[in-house]
């Protein structure tokens, strides 16, 4: 047998196998193969790297075979979800804006940096399932809207307390952001409120793209968002904008509208500090039904999907850039 007749026979076999993704060379009955595994979770890497060693110790004339695996980076843009305070409903938003970006083409992760409160589980539908590592990096966890996600509410038991100081805290968002994200080009951060330990991480070691404000149209919330914007302004991290979330109720009765969080606020604030208004979301039964059923709206095409849609093509538009 010709040197040339191994490798000629080994590239015949794994055409089907590796999809063009292998680049072979045989030499004194040394097959090396570089695999490009761009693009594939570290599960489906590992199984294409079995099969192509299997196909090329099989091949007459191959007595050993050497198996690298290579993959290009998927440039990623983090953006940041944050609020001054708890309760405005930052997490729903984030949920839904993941969904809603997803719809528009990109490849979109979620990482559930409210350390201490984690609820991305609940809201994508992924309540019990672990996060495992590979190579010692935790690998995301799949949701039923197809968004990856990780979060430590996948990593300890449920309604257990995570009473850890900030350094561990910060510790553990460097573990879910340093994770096998290698297909996302859009990891959406859902932050926890406030402006501590984990904002201040995320800003110094995982600098985001830019952030989106989520508040409520009332002055307390509103003072406490300013200071969100304050934190990522003086870190030169870009806001994309503000958005105003329970705002409005209609009566499921008569359908009379009626603000009890007040109207307009977040739209004024953001006029008076400069920033984009990215729009409003509704104080409606639907939105948190289906959010605490782990069914985000954004993944229908119902009326409660609409807001969040057109909040996420503004975001959409501000990535792409000018």
């Given amino acids: 047998m010709s040197r040339s007749e191994p490798a000629q026979a080994l590239?015949?076999?794994l055409a089907p196998v590796a999809a063009g993704r292998a680049t072979i060379r045989v030499q004194d009955g040394r097959a090396n193969i570089i695999l490009d595994v761009?693009?594939?979770?570290p599960a489906a890497r590992d199984a294409l790297e079995?099969?192509?060693?299997a196909v090329a110790g099989g091949v007459p004339g191959i007595t050993d075979v050497r198996v690298a695996q290579t993959s290009e980076r998927t440039q990623q843009r983090i953006i940041a979800i944050a609020s001054g305070k708890g309760g405005v409903g930052k997490s729903t938003?984030?949920?839904n804006l993941a969904i809603a970006l997803?719809?528009?083409?990109?490849?979109v992760g979620m990482v559930d940096a409210d350390i201490y409160g984690p609820s991305q589980p609940r809201l994508l539908?992924?309540?019990?399932?672990?996060?495992?590592?590979?190579?010692?990096?935790?690998v995301p966890v799949v949701t039923p809207s197809g968004i990856p996600l990780l979060s430590m509410g996948q990593l300890v038991p449920e309604g257990q307390a995570i009473?850890?100081?900030?350094?561990?805290a910060a510790g553990a968002l460097t573990q879910l952001v340093d994770a096998h994200w290698d297909m996302v080009d859009t990891l959406v951060m859902d932050l926890p409120p406030g402006t501590g330990d984990v904002q201040l991480t995320m800003i110094q070691k995982h600098r985001p793209a830019g952030a989106v404000i989520v508040s409520t149209p009332q002055d307390l919330a509103l003072i406490d968002a300013a200071r969100a914007i304050d934190l990522f302004q003086k870190a030169n991290v870009p806001i994309?904008?503000?958005?105003e979330n329970m705002a409005g109720y209609a009566c499921p009765h008569c359908g009379e509208m009626s603000d009890p969080f007040g109207h307009g606020g977040a739209e004024a604030r953001a006029a008076a500090l400069g920033i984009p208004f990215l729009g409003r979301v509704p104080l409606a039964t639907a939105i948190r039904t289906a959010s605490d059923a782990g069914t985000p709206p954004a993944a229908g095409n119902g009326a409660e999907a609409q807001p969040f849609q057109s909040i996420a093509g503004l975001v959409g538009d501000w990535l792409q850039g000018p």
Avoid: F, N, Y
């Fill in 93 to 95: 938003l984030a949920a």
């Fill in 240 to 243: 994309i904008g503000l958005v």
């Fill in 50 to 53: 079995a099969d192509v060693r």
């Fill in 11 to 13: 590239s015949a076999l």
């Fill in 163 to 168: 009473a850890w100081r900030g350094p561990m």
């Fill in 102 to 107: 997803a719809a528009q083409g990109r490849r």
């Fill in 38 to 41: 761009t693009g594939l979770p």
């Fill in 125 to 138: 539908g992924s309540e019990g399932k672990r996060a495992e590592a590979h190579d010692k990096k935790l």
